[in-house]
C-alpha cells in the first residue's frame, strides 16, 4: 500500500503525524510526506526519517502571516478566535464569522500551486490511501482527484469538526432553503470540478478521524473517530544525563510550545512571571525556553534550569506536575506520563477546550490569560502538588490513554479503508 502523509509545514503539524507513517512503514507499506516547502521547517520533515517531497510554490508561514496580520486578513489574529468557549460570545455572527474566516485559512493552506503540481504526481504515483491534518484540506482534494482513500489524524481537539457542525445548525436555521453556500463546501468543490470530481460525504472529515488525545478532550460530534494511543515524538538528540535521574525534590516541567510563537510572533503571557511564581516554591524547575523567550527576564531564580529543547516525554517521566499553554502535542505526552497539569491556555487553537475539560476531567487546572498573576500560579501549582486527587487522576487517564489501540493496532483499520476505496 502507498501512502501519502499530508501536514501543515510546522513541527507540531509534521511531529504528529510522523508515528502513524512508521507504524506503517513496520508494517511494510510505501510511506513519504507530501508537502509545500517552508524554509524555516525543511529539518523538522528530516527528523521524521521519513520520505519527503516538495510541490508547489513555498510556504514561508511566518512570512504570510506578518503580512496577515498587516493587512488583517489572519485568521490566527482576528479578534474571531476559533479558540473562544464562552457561550455568552457565542453569537450565530460569531460562529458564523470565525468559520468563514477558516474557510478562507483552510484554502490558504491548500494553493492552487501546490494542488496543481501535486496533482500529476499523484495521479501518476497512486497511493492507496491519504492521511491529513484538520488544517490541510488539500488532503482530501487530493486523494479524490488521485482515487485514494483519505483519513484525517487530529494532532489537537477537533475544532474544525465542531465549527462545521455549528455551521451547519446556524445555517439551517437562518438558511432553510440553503440559498446561502458553504464557503468551504463551495471551494472545494469548485476545485474537484476542474479535475472531474465531486464534493462527497467523506470530503469534509475523511472516512475516518484517527484521534490521539485522551477522551476527555474529545467532542462528541457525528465524527467516525478511530481513538489511538498518544505516541510521543521528538527530534534526534543526545540525552542529557541529568535527565535521567530522579531529582531530589519534586520537578515541575514548564513549557510554552512553538505555536504561539509561529503563529503570533509572541508568547502570550509573561515568561518573567511564571517564573517567578515557581522561584519560592521547594521544586525543581526545568523551563524549556530559549534566549528570545528569556530576552526581557531580569533573573532567572536559583531553582530554574533553563534548556532551549528537551524531549518532552522523557522529562515528564521524573516530573511531579507540568506547567504549559495547553497545546495538544504537550497534553499528549503529560497524559502518557501520568502528570498533572497547570494550563494556561492560548489562543491557537483548543487550547481553552482542552484545558476546561481537563479541569473537569480531575488531572489539571487552569488559569485565564487575564488572570495569570505569579500569586495564581504558584497556588496552583502548589494545589498539583499537595492534593492527592490531581495525580490520582492523571494516572486514571494515562491508564486509559495505555488501554487505547496504538498505532501499530490500527494499522489494519487503515487498510481496510484503503482497501473499500
Known sequence: MRVMLMALPTRTHIYGLAPIGWALRAAGHEVRFVAQCNPAEVESFMETGLDVMWFGEDLDIARDRRAGRATGNSAMDSEYRISETRPEVLTDHYLRTVYEMWAGHLRWAASDSFLDDLVPFARHWKPDLVIWDPIIYAGPLIAQAAGAAHVRMLIATDQTARLSFQYQEIMRRVDPTGSVPDPLVAWMSEWLGRYGCEFDEHSRFGAATVDPGPACIRYDVDVNYIPVRFAPFNRPMPMPRWLLEQPDRPRICLTLGVSARQVHGREETSVGDLLEALADLDVEVVATLNADQLADVDRVPDNVRTVDFVPLNELLATCSA???????????????????????????????????????????????????SPAAVRRDVQRLLDEPSFRRCAVEVQQEMLATPTMHDIVPELERIAALR
Open 322 to 372: 507540568i506547567v504549559h499553554q495547553g497545546g495538544g502535542a504537550t497534553i499528549g505526552n503529560a497524559v502518557v506520563n501520568g502528570v498533572p497539569q497547570l494550563i494556561i491556555p492560548g489562543t491557537t487553537w483548543s487550547e481553552m477546550a482542552s484545558a476546561i475539560a481537563q479541569e473537569k476531567r480531575g488531572n489539571s487546572l487552569f488559569i485565564d490569560l487575564d488572570q495569570v
